[in-house]
């Protein structure tokens, strides 16, 4: 930040990076169906303890975005960046 004299002694580092969030290729167009795909490659539903059998879970489970948070929020972010490629490629969105 040292072009903005107004942002003197505010910031002791910041991280640089580039790239635009308005490249096409990086927008998702369904979100939820990514969501919902990503949360049952994790097995929300047994990390939730939401089913006790989990070959069995009802659609609906999937369909509610704050139980889907709520696990992604549980789930260890080096796991969610192992399976993320299988969710998105599926829905025909290259990573």
Same mark, same amino acid.
């Given at each position: 930040m040292?072009? +903005?004299p107004? +942002?003197?002694g505010?910031?002791?580092?910041?991280?640089?990076?580039?790239?635009?969030? =308005?490249?096409l290729s990086? =927008?998702q167009?369904r979100?939820?169906?990514?969501?919902?795909r990503l949360a049952r490659i994790l097995?929300c539903? /047994?990390v =939730?303890?939401?089913?006790?059998?989990?070959?069995?879970?009802d659609d609906c489970f999937?369909?509610?975005s /704050?139980? %889907?948070?709520?696990?992604l929020?549980?789930i260890?972010?080096?796991? %969610?960046?192992e399976?993320?490629?299988?969710? +998105?490629?599926?829905l025909?969105?290259s %990573?």
């Amino acid at each position: 930040m040292p072009h +903005f004299p107004c +942002f003197s002694g505010l910031f002791r580092k910041a991280i640089s990076q580039s790239g635009s969030a =308005l490249k096409l290729s990086v =927008l998702q167009k369904r979100p939820k169906d990514a969501a919902q795909r990503l949360a049952r490659i994790l097995h929300c539903e /047994k990390v =939730l303890n939401k089913s006790e059998n989990a070959t069995k879970v009802d659609d609906c489970f999937y369909e509610d975005s /704050k139980v %889907i948070a709520e696990c992604l929020r549980l789930i260890d972010a080096k796991k %969610i960046a192992e399976v993320q490629k299988d969710a +998105f490629v599926s829905l025909g969105v290259s %990573i």
